[in-house]
């Protein structure tokens, strides 16, 4: 389960990585609080290496499956690499934060925020070394804008034709990567007639959306037979650690068995009994002792008729078969 939940096939969004930042998160708190035993160590340990293999072996977090994977994805297949683009975000919205922070993660050079609240401007801006500017402004940034992403609740477009053809003309006719998420419309239509303008509406992205989703349902399936064979590993390693902790309890008390017998017969020794008659006390008192307990259960199970247990002894003791009624 815990296998499962870190490669994100239990998110409402199949395969989404921010569950896995969560679990780690966690995993440092018990750890900071001496918390973890040795299985529950190496299962987390185990499970971050298993939600690698899987992000690196299927294509389960490739496909944009959000609104705002999406508007990133777009403009990363039309410019391809983000580390000399500037991106303006118009609204300060959960959606436009995604959008941040997507495009942060792939290199983005600089992002500009604006707002019709100067102050959530700026609070969104600060996470992400931005500038923040009110919507009045945009016209005097928006040349400097590679990508322009705009999700307000605003009744009437805030971005006019007008505006984007004087931005492409001091941009020398560099293209211009839009994407509109708001409904109604934050970008006016007419913009999509410009040349060097690629502008795309949160319809265009419901297509880009379905086939992601498609495509990693099927990259699921994938990450379950990975998951299927890692837990078999796991479970490989608890039998052997479960196996080790038996034989170690049981050779200690094997030796406490052996001190508490040598401290008896050299007590004899020291009231004046003869070395063999201290040696004789010695091997029969290991031997009733060692025998003692295995002597029960055998007992036990012949008379009880439990052959499995009867066996189980025998092949621990290293007994041949021997008839029994």
Same mark, same amino acid.
């Given at each position: 389960?815990?296998?499962?939940?870190?490669?994100?096939?239990?998110?409402?969004?199949?395969?989404?990585?921010?569950?896995?930042?969560?679990?780690?998160?966690?995993?440092?708190?018990?750890?900071?609080?001496?918390?973890?035993?040795?299985?529950?160590?190496?299962?987390?340990?185990?499970?971050?290496?298993?939600?690698?293999?899987?992000?690196?072996?299927?294509?389960?977090?490739?496909?944009?499956?959000?609104?705002?994977?999406?508007?990133?994805?777009?403009?990363?297949?039309?410019?391809?690499?983000?580390?000399?683009?500037?991106?303006?975000?118009?609204?300060?919205?959960?959606?436009?934060?995604?959008?941040?922070?997507?495009?942060?993660?792939?290199?983005?050079?600089?992002?500009?925020?604006?707002?019709?609240?100067?102050? =959530? /401007?700026?609070? +969104?801006?600060?996470?992400?070394?931005?500038? %923040?500017?009110? $919507?009045?402004?945009?016209?005097?940034? @928006?040349?400097?804008?590679?990508?322009?992403?705009?999700?307000?609740?605003?009744?009437?477009?805030?971005?006019?034709?007008?505006?984007?053809?004087?931005?492409?003309?001091?941009?020398?006719?560099?293209?211009?990567?839009?994407?509109?998420?708001?409904?109604?419309?934050?970008?006016?239509?007419?913009?999509?007639?410009?040349?060097?303008?690629?502008?795309?509406?949160?319809?265009?992205?419901?297509?880009?959306?379905?086939?992601?989703?498609?495509?990693?349902?099927?990259?699921?399936?994938?990450?379950?037979?990975?998951?299927?064979?890692?837990?078999?590993?796991?479970?490989?390693?608890?039998?052997?650690?479960?196996?080790?902790?038996?034989?170690?309890?049981?050779?200690?008390?094997?030796?406490?068995?052996?001190?508490?017998?040598?401290? =008896? /017969?050299?007590? +004899?020794?020291?009231?004046?009994?003869?070395? %063999?008659?201290? $040696?004789?006390?010695?091997?029969?008192? @290991?031997?009733?002792?060692?025998?003692?307990?295995?002597?029960?259960?055998?007992?036990?199970?012949?008379?009880?008729?439990?052959?499995?247990?009867?066996?189980?002894?025998?092949?621990?003791?290293?007994?041949?078969?021997?008839?029994?009624?």
């Amino acid at each position: 389960h815990l296998m499962r939940v870190a490669c994100g096939l239990d998110s409402l969004v199949l395969g989404e990585p921010q569950i896995l930042g969560q679990i780690k998160d966690a995993f440092t708190v018990a750890q900071d609080a001496q918390a973890l035993g040795p299985v529950l160590n190496r299962l987390f340990q185990h499970t971050f290496s298993v939600a690698k293999q899987v992000r690196t072996d299927t294509q389960i977090g490739a496909s944009p499956v959000s609104v705002a994977f999406a508007a990133v994805s777009l403009a990363k297949q039309i410019f391809g690499d983000f580390s000399q683009k500037t991106a303006l975000l118009i609204g300060a919205g959960e959606t436009i934060e995604l959008c941040a922070r997507h495009l942060q993660g792939n290199g983005l050079r600089q992002v500009i925020v604006a707002n019709r609240s100067i102050e =959530r /401007a700026h609070h +969104l801006a600060e996470q992400f070394g931005g500038l %923040a500017i009110g $919507l009045a402004d945009i016209p005097k940034h @928006l040349h400097k804008a590679d990508v322009v992403i705009s999700s307000t609740a605003s009744p009437v477009p805030v971005l006019g034709k007008g505006a984007v053809e004087q931005a492409l003309k001091q941009r020398k006719r560099r293209p211009i990567f839009m994407v509109d998420i708001a409904v109604p419309r934050d970008i006016e239509p007419q913009v999509a007639e410009l040349q060097d303008v690629y502008l795309y509406t949160v319809d265009d992205l419901k297509t880009v959306i379905d086939e992601g989703q498609k495509s990693r349902v099927a990259a699921a399936e994938q990450a379950e037979e990975i998951i299927n064979l890692q837990v078999g590993h796991f479970l490989e390693w608890v039998q052997l650690q479960t196996g080790a902790e038996l034989i170690k309890s049981y050779r200690q008390q094997s030796e406490q068995m052996r001190d508490d017998a040598l401290f =008896r /017969a050299k007590a +004899l020794l020291a009231a004046g009994k003869s070395p %063999a008659e201290a $040696l004789d006390f010695l091997a029969n008192t @290991l031997t009733n002792r060692l025998i003692h307990h295995p002597t029960v259960v055998l007992r036990e199970a012949c008379a009880s008729g439990d052959l499995p247990t009867v066996h189980a002894v025998q092949n621990v003791l290293g007994l041949a078969d021997t008839p029994h009624r």
